[in-house]
T-cell receptor
Framework: AQSVTQLDSHVSVSEGTPVLLRCNYS??????LFWYVQHPNKGLQLLLK??????LVKGINGFEAEFKKSETSFHLTKPSAHMSDAAEYFC????????????FGTGTSLTVIP | ETGVTQTPRHLVMGMTNKKSLKCEQH?????MYWYKQSAKKPLELMFV???????ENNSVPSRFSPECPNSSHLFLHLHTLQPEDSALYLC????????????????FGPGTRLTVT
């Protein structure tokens, strides 16, 4: 079975400080993992994806995530937060044996304080 | 138009109305999806279509009826909805399906905000 746990429902950081959004996954198969961002009243935008290549994945807008199989984690980080990063972030695992069923976490709301 | 588009962006309907949501993808994908996003709940996958064939129906009530006439268009027909059906309905598309391999990323439209009165 596949599932995702986002460990924090809300994270607050000051502008210019690092961002860490935590995600743990459970998967019966080698997982594909994704991070999406959703700004208010918008659809979801793909930030980055892991599909069994390099364990450190770089995405858009300076975000990156590291796949750690031993810890079943896929945490999202950014060295320096920007005001425009304030949004909802979703960690997603897909069922790799068939590929196109996504399992979403409950989301982490990121607030950036000026 | 690029990416995934959805119309209308906002919809208010009474419980006895019939309406339809439309989704169109301009990415050459062959899989399309409907999701429901309610406040404080994870995204719920409703339906999956691969090559115009429905391959997933996650116990969705029959008052929601999907239609996929071709790989680029997806509809969600609504009738006799309940107030608890008020939510953001998201459409997505991707390549796929794959077997024994990795998952393709999904591209999402902006959503239709549905309010049932």
């Amino acid at each position: 079975a596949q599932s995702v746990t986002q460990l924090d429902s809300h994270v607050s950081v000051s502008e210019g400080t690092p961002v860490l959004l935590r995600c743990n996954y459970s998967s019966s198969y080698s997982p594909s993992l994704f991070w999406y961002v959703q700004h208010p009243n918008k659809g979801l935008q793909l930030l980055l994806k892991y599909t069994s290549a390099a364990t450190l994945v770089k995405g858009i807008n300076g975000f990156e995530a590291e796949f750690k199989k031993s810890e079943t984690s896929f945490h999202l980080t950014k060295p320096s937060a920007h005001m425009s990063d304030a949004a909802e972030y979703f960690c997603v695992v897909s069922r790799s044996n068939t590929g196109n069923q996504f399992y979403f976490g409950t989301g982490t709301s990121l607030t950036v304080i000026p | 138009e690029t990416g995934v588009t959805q119309t209308p962006r906002h919809l208010v309907m009474g419980m006895t109305n019939k309406k339809s949501l439309k989704c169109e993808q301009h990415l050459g994908h062959n899989a399309m999806y409907w999701y429901k996003q309610s406040a404080k709940k994870p995204l719920e996958l409703m339906f999956v279509y691969n090559f115009k064939e429905q391959t997933e129906n996650n116990s969705v009530p029959s008052r929601f009826s999907p239609e996929c006439p071709n790989s680029s268009h997806l509809f969600l027909h609504l009738h006799t909805l309940q107030p608890e059906d008020s939510a953001l309905y998201l459409c997505a598309s991707s390549q796929g399906p794959t077997t024994g391999g990795f998952g393709y990323e999904q591209y999402f439209g902006p959503g239709t905000r549905l309010t049932v009165t």
